[in-house]
């Protein structure tokens, strides 16, 4: 139906050109004298260039958009230059150019100022450039540029959007930290090894796929040959350091935090030597089993790139459903901004069964605790779950306050 009105309208206003032409023609030839030739002959350069607009086509204006990366982190900045080309030189008097994106992107400030009147005249190429200053995460789309000319009496108007998609994968905002894997359980508290996970390279286990970050030594040549593939040794741990994250995707204004905090985790954890899962319930259940390498890290971020707050059941009932974690001797971190009683409730079942049991709440820059977290961190404790508050943009203390609790 939008279609048929612009169609109508587009028309309708060319009727009325050729009308008005025929008009002013008429009155000159009726009345005569230098006064009506010279209205005719003043409207006729307008006319006529309105109505070589109005056959003039839109369609054989192709859009590039120019930029220097696909792959930001969140709040960096982005900058494209949009050049414009065409085969026939139409003189356009003006011409104004809008950056069309997708729905993460719509209500973006900067991208509504993507918006500039350009002067082709006679040029088979023109450009525009503009900015974003802080992409914010996901995966954007850019749909393609909106281009609208008219004459200069706006008697013609012409508007298309010029198709060219582009995708831009912003990942989570992280901060530099030093994570500290947790040793031993003793009934006092939990000490932290700050030695980096090794392996006991004198006793192969197994074999496995190459992955980055192996050593050379470590390559198993029969192996290899007989797959066609890298295959390396894969050894015994002399400590298990592995570490399993469950994050909160339930709805919450500090949701960006929580998958800031997810990713600094993620990277301190696998620079440490020790591999990680990660368990999410967005709007689907998620979960990367443990591993370690630049193969797990860059899926584990391309994950939270995408990920929406958008949890269909609060966080306690998703650790309640993930029975198979009692089953593991790895260390569980749960990662939220909503601090529950229920919580504290199943996290202290699992935390029964191999005693290694985080909780880390989130909260924003100088946020302040609320008496009833303030009661639950307390009952946290008492159940021999270690409960840290992280404030945003001081993600480096959190393994320093495990080691204190």
Known sequence: MKNFFQKFKEIWKLIVLLFLIVITFSYAMFQGGFVSWFLFYS?????????GLALYSLKEIRAER??????????????????????????????????QAGESLAGNQDLRKAKTMLFPGFNRVFSFDYSIENLPRGEHILTGIKLKTGDPLGLIEKEKTLPYESRILVYPA???????????????????????????????????????GDRFSWINWKATARRNDI??????QRQSHDVSILMDCAPEQRFEVVVSFTASV???????????????????????PIRGGEIQQQQLLYHLAKITDDGPVPFDRVLEAETFLAQQNNSIMLITAQLTKELIEKAA????RNGSVSIF???????SPTKAEINLRSSAYAR??????????????????????
Do not use: C, W
């Open 43 to 51: 409207f006729l350069p307008f006319g006529l260039y309105a109505l």
């Open 66 to 99: 120019v930029y220097t990366k696909h792959e930001y982190n969140a709040g960096e900045k982005f900058k494209a230059s949009v050049v414009l080309e065409r085969n026939f030189p139409f003189p356009l008097f003006y011409a104004i150019a809008e950056e």
């Open 174 to 212: 992280y901060q530099e930290m030093v994570y500290r894997p947790i040793a031993h359980h003793f009934d006092q508290g939990m000490t932290a090894s700050k030695e980096r996970v090794q392996r006991d390279t004198s006793m192969a286990i197994g074999v496995r796929e190459y992955q980055p």
């Open 231 to 236: 295959m390396t040794k894969e050894f015994e």
């Open 266 to 288: 993620i990277r301190a954890i696998l620079r440490k030597g020790a591999q990680v899962g990660l368990l999410t319930s967005s709007a689907e259940r998620t979960a990367f």
């Open 349 to 352: 079942f699992y935390n029964q």
């Open 361 to 367: 709440l989130i909260k924003n820059a100088q946020e």
């Open 384 to 405: 021999g779950i270690r409960l840290v508050m992280v404030h945003d943009g001081q993600f480096s203390e959190a393994f320093s306050e495990v080691n204190r609790g």
